[in-house]
């Protein structure tokens, strides 16, 4: 709810999450703030890492109830699993599937779009990492909290003095603290 609350100043063209109950339930607050309505993305790429193989997860129907307005994000086949597997990934082919999620994103938003997107601190780590151009773990690591929000902006190539990419803040938790 306050992370919803935080955000509603941003117009979000596009809303992506994980299927996992705890990143929809995420989400579905988010949208609530929203103005207008807007559909929920499903997009599997964005599963935490580790998630055992005899993990479901919760089935279209189960996450319709916790966020009416989720759908499979436009190219995901609807006889896959909702949820990545990922419990014997190894470092290389979670960066690779950070890269598949990023690389789905980058090709459908690229004219100045805000996004949302909706995961878990480990994988969020791997996607973060991927985009500051590391595919291997650095000696330091973040401390993602939960709902702790990342703003990152993507300038068109040589159009931004101080690069492509500009993290504008991360793990952002403002809005957890009480007033």
Do not use: W
């Not at 609807?78 to 082919?93: Q, Y």
């Not at 690389?103 to 949302?116: D, F, I, P, T």
């Not at 480990?122 to 703003?151: H, S």
């Amino acid at each position: 709810e306050k992370a919803g609350a935080y955000l509603k100043s941003v117009d979000f063209d596009a809303v992506y999450s994980s299927a996992l109950r705890r990143a929809v339930g995420t989400a579905a607050e988010i949208l609530k703030c929203q103005p207008g309505e807007k559909a929920l993305n499903i997009l599997p790429l964005l599963t935490e890492v580790g998630v055992s193989a005899e993990y479901n997860g919760a089935s279209m129907e189960e996450i319709k109830d916790i966020c009416p307005c989720a759908r499979l994000a436009n190219g995901v086949d609807p006889s896959s699993s909702l949820v990545c597997h990922s419990v014997r990934e190894d470092e290389e082919e979670t960066f690779s599937r950070a890269e598949n999620a990023l690389r789905y994103l980058r090709e459908r938003y690229s004219g100045g779009e805000k996004v949302a997107v909706v995961s878990h601190a480990a994988f969020m780590t791997y996607f973060v990492l991927l985009i500051m151009g590391f595919r291997k773990t650095p000696p330091f690591d973040f401390e993602f909290y939960n709902t702790g929000i990342t703003r990152i902006v993507f300038y068109k190539q040589g159009t931004n003095p101080f690069g492509d990419i500009v993290f504008e803040y991360m793990n952002e938790t403002a809005h957890l603290k009480s007033k």
